[in-house]
């Protein structure tokens, strides 16, 4: 649906606009593509479109985008971004959802205080039914001489930033002082549960 762009730079002007060239609108109308293609293709588009000068302009507005924590399975959705949704494991969504609820912090070497918090909500978000299975996650995470929380929490820092850029992931991430409270920076009147 894209020009064949020979300077590079104008595949970032197509991006911007979300147009189609005169050209490519009569060739589409010549191999009769259904309306629904053409509608969910101009829907991609500008979705595209929304997500890139949203994250471009963030820098100059530095505007704080918003959390939206949607159904049973409390999937993580930016809306500003036109709902993108960060993939987090069961487990990893399950420990950023531990340090949604305290917005305060917590210390790592604390986090086996909130293990029945941790514990029902690995329950609810597993898809597994073998209870050891997920105990032994729980345990894992909640020992103080395993890394299995550290790692759980590099993963969540680099999924937000592969899907928003360094710059804004900041205020979604989980961080904090070594030794210190972690937390995520996120205004809470901009987190958004919804079932």
């Known amino acids: 649906m894209m020009d064949f762009c020979e300077r590079k730079e104008e595949i970032t002007l197509k991006m911007r606009t979300a147009d189609i060239c005169s050209d490519c609108q009569k060739h589409i109308q010549k191999s009769e593509v259904s309306f629904q293609y053409i509608r969910y293709m101009l829907d991609i588009m500008e979705a595209i479109r929304k997500q890139l000068l949203f994250k471009e302009r963030y820098g100059m507005l530095k505007q704080s ?77 909640c020992k103080s001489n395993s890394n299995s929380l550290s790692k759980k929490l590099a993963r969540i820092k680099s999924k937000f930033e592969k899907h928003l850029g360094i710059d804004l992931a900041v205020q979604y991430i989980i961080s904090g002082p070594n030794g210190g409270e972690k937390k995520i920076n996120l205004e809470p009147s901009k987190i958004i549960f919804k079932d």
């Open 65 to 141: 985008a918003s959390l939206f924590v949607k159904e049973h399975l409390k999937h993580l959705y930016i809306p500003e971004l036109g709902m993108l949704k960060i993939n987090l494991t069961p487990l990893e969504r399950s420990v950023y959802l531990l340090f949604l609820n305290h917005p305060e912090g917590i210390k790592l070497s604390e986090i086996s205080k909130h293990r029945e918090e941790l514990s029902a909500l690995v329950h609810q978000l597993s898809r597994s039914d073998d209870k050891l299975v997920i105990e032994s996650g729980i345990d894992s995470l």
